[in-house]
């Protein structure tokens, strides 16, 4: 009986012998998602201390927060290079050095060049760590649970981001240098982070993949059990078996499809303006909602961070039991109802703060139950072993290209169609990316890498 054949029957169902280990991996890996979080959120509160400092205008404020998005492109576009070459827990490493020199550089900076080197460079941290934190995890986790454990990177995440925002909060009191002890506390998780990778393994599937089989069944049975790990191994090399690993077979014919899928997803996550609720929601409210003030805007971030953190939560929950295809779905509709509200409340006189916070409230919350943590699952899994670094490099680098475009042109776009028209036009690509959903997304639940590449061939 051939290998593939037995996958269909067993490996489907697989499930990890040492389920507290694979979770140990899973949440080493995830630090550089709570490290992504704090650093790509604490500009929020940094910015306001920060244009008040060097008296920034629109644009140079615009400059300050993509200087770390600009770093997250180019370290995604370079990070399948360097994960397939010296394999992803190395990869992570440079990636735990990076941050810590990044905090460093960023909160003593004397000038706002300095301060955007040092910001650029934690952006080549989180480039590398958002590619390949994921596919590591991916490559570790049994099918049935590998969506939740995938996910606890975007947990990770956003709990990073909510403590980014308490941080802020507690420490605006300090003056107009707090800005520079919001970026200092990063430090201590950087340095939590490298540690911890010196304690988990190399991906099995990498290792097999680069003729290291004894060293990939060694992770395989701690994972699995010895006799299920001689099992898994032939089902990582027969996945693997005929696969060049090149950049011409991530444009093949075969893997259009997919190829599209992740690109659009991880474009449309973006553009539906996420982010400029995340890094610039202080600025929105304390310059663009009437009689609110620095500290009530920070402590509304805190409650936005809150929302995204318990609306993740639902999602880790609900993610194999729902499926990815169906939470997509419900979040971008959702998405799309909150920003059409938003833009019309938000444009009548006299209307409540606390209306506006809860429309921003909904938005968040539907884009953290599905189209936060989802693409990263999708863009993890549905690629071939030797291709996943790379095409998940390239699915990357298009998110965090998309995201810097959003970030360098919000400012602008308040300026000229004010909050309403640029909402607006978000929630118009809310629509659009649940139409992309609809028609191009497969559901891959429960199903093992090697089947999601097999029904890509098929």
């Known amino acids: 009986m051939q290998i593939s054949a037995v996958a269909n029957q ?51 404020t615009e400059v300050a927060a993509s200087a770390l998005l600009l770093g997250c492109l180019l370290g995604a576009a370079g990070a399948s290079l360097i994960g397939d070459r010296i394999g992803r827990r190395k990869s992570l490493l440079i990636s735990a050095v990076l941050f810590a020199a990044s905090t460093i550089a960023a909160a003593l900076a004397s000038t706002v060049l300095i301060f955007s080197i040092g910001r650029l460079i934690g952006g080549l941290a989180i480039g590398l760590a958002s590619v390949l934190t994921p596919v590591y995890i991916a490559e570790v986790a ?13 947990l990770a995440i956003v709990v990073g981001i909510l403590i980014a925002y308490v941080v802020s909060w507690g420490l605006a009191g300090l003056g107009d240098t707090s800005w520079r002890w919001m970026l200092a506390v990063a430090a201590i998780p950087a340095v939590a982070f490298f540690i911890g990778l010196l304690f988990i393994p190399e991906s099995p599937r990498w290792l097999i993949s680069n003729r290291r089989r004894d060293d990939g069944k060694r992770v395989l049975s701690r994972i699995y059990g010895p006799e299920q790990a001689e099992h898994q191994t032939l089902l990582v090399e027969e996945a693997a078996a005929g696969e060049q690993g090149t950049w011409a077979e991530v444009f093949a014919p075969a893997m259009r499809r997919p190829l599209i899928v992740a690109v659009g997803l991880a474009i449309l996550c973006q553009i539906t303006g996420i982010n400029t609720v995340l890094y610039y929601g202080s600025i929105i409210i304390s310059e663009h909602v009437k009689g609110e003030t620095a500290s009530t805007a920070l402590m509304a971030n805190v409650i936005i961070g809150l929302t995204n953190l318990v609306c993740t939560l639902i999602a880790i929950r609900c993610l194999d039991r729902w499926g990815r295809r169906t939470m997509l779905l419900t979040g971008s509709a959702g998405m799309t109802i909150s920003l059409v509200l938003f833009a019309i409340l938000y444009g009548i006189s006299g209307i409540s703060p606390l209306v506006v916070l809860a429309c921003i409230l909904c938005y968040t919350g539907f884009f953290a139950f599905a189209l936060g943590p989802i693409p990263w699952v999708v863009i993890s899994e549905i690629f071939p072993n030797k291709i996943r670094g790379r095409a998940a490099s390239l699915a990357t680098s298009t998110l965090w290209t998309s995201t810097l475009i959003i970030t360098f042109t919000f400012l602008t776009m308040v300026h000229a169609l004010r909050v309403t028209g640029t909402f607006g036009i978000y929630a118009v690509l809310c629509v659009v990316t649940f139409v992309f959903i609809w028609t191009m997304v497969p559901e891959t639940k429960g199903k093992t890498l090697e089947q999601i590449q097999r029904d890509w061939e098929a």
Do not use: K
Request: aromatic share 10%; proline share 3%.
């Open 10 to 60: 067993s490996h489907g169902g697989a499930e990890a012998r040492s389920p507290i280990y694979v979770i140990f991996l899973a949440v080493v890996a995830a630090i550089s998602g709570f490290l992504f979080g704090f650093d790509t959120a604490v500009i929020n509160g940094v910015l306001l201390f920060l244009r008040r400092q060097f008296s920034l205008n629109n644009i140079e």
């Open 142 to 154: 049994p099918a049935r649970n590998r969506g939740r454990l995938v996910s606890l990177n975007q």
